[in-house]
């Protein structure tokens, strides 16, 4: 099964590249994403740009309404994604646990609906 | 989350029905569930007479509506031809209390799969519509099914964290069927039975754990006490006043060698602790018997376990008892404004209990007022309006 991870932290990512923060974070994310990747449950994974760089489409009676920002106004928002391949829940659940954004926020486990192309 | 983990012990050290309903105290138990393999697990649990009687009922009202989910082979199957691995039981067992199910989904999972009663059973023994029960089994399902929660055995290194989820749903099982609720005497009791046989099941899959054991200790010896529980109306009867003749020696004795065979693995836990407690109880041939100074050493001990407020309530109370009732009382007062407590009703009936002793009347059919405007169970609210009127009289 296909999990997307979303990575939740309140206090937002590093910003500072030049930061010891920012190598801290770094390293704790290429230390858990290696681990992973060497599991072979590591379909893909990134950060996200912060929510101000958000854009929002909605197409409505064929018009297409492109507003800046966030669907809603949310407190937390997701800063970045992992997405797994795993034999279960529990696999999941394991690896979720390792990102460092499960210990400074927390991460949201969503299956992916496997979706077959129509012949 | 630690709240709901938080195991409820033995407030018996006062009162009885104090003790009683703080089993179930410290657990939110909104009773509702979920549907999955219809196939029956444990050795007769699905056979008891109670059980049986409660069962011709449902099947005259209504037939087995929920879907049942497909766990293993599929559920038609006959479970002679097609009997079910240890390990399988136990995957399944773990499954049910997965922690991505919410905890009364938790529950009556388990009541589904492990004990086989039908979705309207469990929702009449949990005194819920049978609609409810049944869309909650509904999402319960989906959810298992969608995110992929797999009959599995935990790996080593989760199995004890995922065992005390699964302690914790017997235990509740046991505690639901145990508390004076408004159900009838029949109902609570099948629950019980239920809850026994689930840990027996538990510890026979997994007989080197002694939490396990210590669990059906636990219930063995808090059980053995159930006939002597309530008088000939219903009413409840305080430990203090029970008939001790009529405790169930076989399950004392029984309770009591479990625990004993536990302790020696030198791996102590909550349940063996909380079993131990319930030991100090039924090994005292009369009430002042007790060892009080041996259960405040257990309730300090169980705090390492669960630094709760509600343990150290318990523990004012075993200090009231082995020392004298200030010293207790003191110690419940100043647990009094903590906000896990403020409104707790079994603080107030223990200190209306120790006020009661000192002699301070007024002082203690005012905390007995205060715990009566809680929420109580009709049988607690008929022993404290009782003993207002006592007091008063």
Known sequence: MK????????????????????????????????AMAAAGVLLDCAPLQPVASATTVRVRGGRTLVTDGPAAEIKEQVGGYTLLECADLDEALK???????????WVEIRPVVPVSMPA | ???????????????????EAYLAAAVQWPAQGAPANPRAWLIGVARHKALDTIRRDVRRREKESAAAITVGPAPGSSSSADPMTDHDQLGLIFM????????????????????????????????VPEATMAKRLTRAKRKIRDTGIRLRVPEPELLGER??????????????????????????GQLCDLGIDLARGLARLLPAEPEVAGLVALLLLVDARRVARTDDVGRLVLLEDQDRTRWNKNMIR???????????SGRPGPYQLHAAIAACHSTAPRAEDTDWRQI?????????????????????????????????????????????????????????????????????????????????TAAEQTFVTERINQLAG
């Open chain 1, 3 to 34: 999990y997307l991870l979303l990575l939740h932290s309140p206090s937002g990512a590093p910003v500072d590249q030049a930061s010891q923060e920012y190598a801290d974070t770094f390293a704790a994310y290429a230390e858990a994403n290696a």
């Open chain 1, 95 to 105: 690896w979720a646990s390792t990102i460092p954004a499960a210990s400074s926020g």
């Open chain 2, 1 to 19: 989350m630690a709240s709901v983990t938080r195991l409820v012990g033995d407030l018996a050290t006062a009162e009885d029905a104090v003790q």
């Open chain 2, 96 to 127: 049910c209390a997965h922690p991505a199910l919410d905890l009364p989904s938790q529950v009556a999972l388990t009541l589904r799969s492990l004990c086989g009663l039908s979705s309207t059973e469990i929702a009449a023994l949990f005194l």
């Open chain 2, 163 to 188: 065992l005390a989820g699964v302690l914790r749903v017997i235990y509740l099982v046991f505690t639901e069927g145990h508390k004076a609720s408004t159900g009838t005497q029949l109902v609570r």
């Open chain 2, 254 to 264: 029984e309770g009591e060698r479990l625990l004993e065979q536990a302790l020696r």
């Open chain 2, 296 to 376: 405040v050493l257990l309730y300090g001990e169980l705090l390492r376990y669960e630094p709760n407020p509600v343990v150290e309530a318990n523990r004012a109370i075993a200090v009231a008892m082995s020392d004298n009732p200030s010293t207790g009382l003191e110690i419940l007062d100043r647990l009094r404004g903590h906000p896990q407590l403020r409104d707790w009703p079994h603080l107030h009936i223990a200190r209306a209990d120790l006020l009661r002793r000192l002699a301070r009347a007024p002082e203690a059919i005012d905390a007995y007022r205060t715990a009566l405007r809680l929420p109580l």
